[in-house]
């Protein structure tokens, strides 16, 4: 995929500039980059991997692209499906990372928890529901809509879809926590 690509798949979930987001299984930061340029220099990002090395990657990646780094932005080495120390969110950025967990309830409610009254949670995903070595866990966006409604997830809908070489196709959709 291309930085196009990216931006496209994020675009329809990201509500204007700034905000506090949440990049959850973030590698290397090719959605971190996309994230960045669609929120701009007012945005804040936490950048959350457990590889160091792709962290440290990303870093680089960032800062010769934004040379100016005028937004806020925090690499984070730690696994987020356990408990972070992180403030109240506007959004969550899941790109390829849900699929490598087994068991999505218990992690979509944490990641709930981190959001604010009407934060926004956007998944990137494989549109299927078998895996492969690679991809083991993916989930269709059919499955993603039930999934998302039963850890109180809202108004979830499909932003965008690119194909893909593995598994056929990747969508990208945006859920809601709810208002109060």
């Not at 509500?15 to 971190?32: E, K, Q, R, V, Y």
């Not at 990303?58 to 730690?78: G, K, N, V």
């Amino acid at each position: 995929m291309t930085h196009e690509d990216h931006l496209d798949l994020l675009r329809g979930g990201i509500p204007g500039p700034g905000g506090l987001w949440a990049d959850f299984g973030s590698g290397t930061g090719a959605f971190t980059l996309a994230l960045a340029e669609l929120i701009g220099p007012t945005g804040h990002i936490y950048s959350v991997d457990t590889d160091r090395g792709a962290l440290k990657e990303q870093e680089r990646s960032i800062r010769a692209r934004f040379p100016e780094l005028s937004f806020h932005y925090q690499a984070i080495a730690a696994d987020f499906t356990y408990r972070l120390d992180l403030p109240a969110l506007d959004g969550v950025v899941m790109a390829n990372s849900l699929h490598y967990v087994r068991h999505k309830d218990p992690v979509l409610q944490l990641i709930k928890s981190y959001l604010r009254p009407g934060g926004r949670l956007i998944l990137v995903e494989y549109n299927a529901d078998h895996g492969n070595p690679w991809v083991p866990h993916p989930l269709s966006y059919p499955t993603w809509e039930a999934t998302a409604r039963r850890n109180g997830f809202a108004s979830t809908h499909l932003l965008a879809t690119v194909p893909s070489r593995f598994l056929r196709e990747i969508y990208s959709a945006m859920s809601l926590t709810s208002e109060t």
